[in-house]
């Protein structure tokens, strides 16, 4: 019997820097294959499962053993199936494990008489009594690493990741991407490893394969008797399906580790976007992080953020502002807004958490940041410079779900709905979903709900949420009927 503790094995294979992917239970059936003269049968628990591992455990006839909530881990299930084998006469195991948790398993079956062979993944990440265990000769229980069945092979490195990375902070620090160098962009993306070398050439042939440009005929001019339209050219982040992949990453990794003041070891970052991950996803996204300044690792091998203000990540920031324009915007059946009315309205409700959500400083370096990604854009109307909510692929995903929502509870606008209920569809309606439209767990969730009451688009109170009658939750409501 081959029992795999999937999560544990993949943890502890990212921690060492080392890949998690399929060539590794290739090799974990082969060695258990040839151990039992071809008379096997074998299961591997996981909460998620990459579809590579999945079709390896297909073609092995692996039994998959998934695991649905935390009060279901990976050592009671395969405690359980252990148990359930051993009554039934099964004396040779291979346990493909590094947690403490099963030590009370190892001793059981040890105690019963199985042949048991514990492989773990890390040797550093093992417990003081399963080492003691392990490390004690004894008859019919062995133990080895998992390096001595399989090759452990390093991520593939690829700074596609620092390099959008690069452009999406100095997005973020309001530098816009176009026209003269004025805030040293070059110097920056420079010193983070992003460009070779800060010749302005290197700088517009780059830009030229990341950005697209997009021409305004509109665009806000001062003139002398107030703001009139001109051309000009916008130059934002080409933004596929595969980089905003590459942004959501980012954008977790760095709110994860911001709550975390003490930092995480690699292998504690494993969830979300990562959590089926072979470890390339994660290497990327730590190595653009670092590269770009915003993490660093400390002596004990965590990394933590140099950067507080990214508490609510990149992505968040963008969305309320995109929110609260077009929410208001749909109010007054209007294409624009006046410019400086944007800032007050975010400041009704502030952005993202905590007692300086409504800070003007911070407010204001919002609303730059979103001018500078194309979330919004200033245009002349009536000779006066007016903010334009934008099509940009940074908050489609936003819109999609806020339009997914209000479908959902369209008969239910104007009554208390208990946030449990609202929080138990949106992880209903993305489970087993690679691409998740509400987000990949609870911290994911209460944001989006976050964005809706701080725009006026829903109310917050008592454990219950209101969800409000909109222009905007109309319009979206009516493409799907």
Not at 231 to 252: F, H, K, Q, S
Not at 369 to 374: D, F, K, M, V
Not at 424 to 438: I, N, T
Request: proline content about 4%; charged content about 25%.
């Amino acid at each position: 019997m081959l029992l795999v503790d999937w999560e544990n094995l993949a943890g502890a294979l990212i921690g060492r820097g080392k890949v998690a992917d399929r060539r590794v239970v290739d090799d974990l059936w082969e060695y258990a294959y040839r151990q039992f003269g071809g008379q096997l049968q074998a299961h591997m628990a996981a909460a998620k499962f990459d579809p590579s591992i999945v079709k390896a455990m297909r073609e092995h006839m692996i039994e998959r053993n998934d695991v649905q909530s935390t009060k279901e881990q990976a050592d009671i299930q395969l405690t359980v199936l252990a148990m359930d084998y051993l009554h039934q006469g099964c004396r040779r195991f291979i346990l493909v494990t590094g947690d403490q948790d099963f030590l009370p398993l190892i001793l059981r079956m040890h105690r019963d008489g199985s042949e048991l062979m514990v492989v773990y993944g890390d040797p550093s990440r093992l417990g003081v009594e399963l080492q003691r265990t392990l490390d004690d000769p004894q008859p019919g229980l062995g133990s080895g690493d998992i390096g001595a069945i399989t090759e452990l092979r390093q991520p593939r490195r690829d700074t596609g990741s620092r390099s959008l990375l690069g452009l999406l902070e100095l997005q973020r620090l309001g530098i816009i991407l176009g026209g003269p160098d004025r805030a040293g962009r070059i110097s920056k993306l420079a010193r983070w490893g992003v460009l070779e070398n800060e010749d302005e050439n290197t700088y517009w042939a780059f830009v030229d394969g990341m950005c697209e440009k997009i021409v305004r005929t509109d665009a806000a001019k001062k003139t002398a008797t107030g703001w009139g339209p001109q051309n000009a050219t916008r130059t934002y982040i080409d933004l596929g399906m595969d980089r905003y992949a590459e942004v959501r990453a980012i954008d977790y990794a760095i709110r994860v580790l911001a709550a975390r003041p003490r930092g995480l070891p690699l292998a504690g970052l494993r969830s979300g976007p990562f959590s089926a991950d072979d470890g390339s996803l994660l290497t990327r996204t730590i190595d653009a992080l670092a590269s770009v300044e915003l993490v660093r690792r400390g002596a004990d091998s965590a990394y933590a953020v140099t950067e507080p203000d990214l508490v609510a990540g990149y992505l968040e920031p963008l969305w309320r502002v995109y929110a609260a324009v077009s929410a208001e915007s749909y109010r007054r059946q209007v294409r624009t807004l006046p410019y400086g009315q944007v800032e007050s309205l975010l400041g009704r409700g502030g952005i993202g958490q905590g007692p300086d959500r409504r800070a003007a400083g911070r407010i204001a370096a919002t609303v730059r940041y979103a001018s500078a990604a194309g979330v919004i854009d200033a245009v002349a109307v009536n000779e006066r410079r007016h903010a334009m909510a934008t099509n940009s692929a940074f908050c489609r995903p936003f819109e999609h779900a806020y339009h997914e929502f209000y479908r959902a509870f369209a008969d239910r606008l104007g009554a208390p709905i208990p946030e449990q209920e609202i929080l138990g569809f949106m992880e209903e309606r993305d489970r087993d979903k690679s691409e998740p439209v509400f987000g990949f767990d609870k911290r994911d969730r209460h944001r989006v709900i976050r964005i809706l009451v701080q725009s006026h688009l829903a109310a917050q109170r008592d454990g219950f949420v209101t969800l409000t009658r909109s222009r905007w939750g109309e319009a979206g409501a009516s493409l799907r009927r």
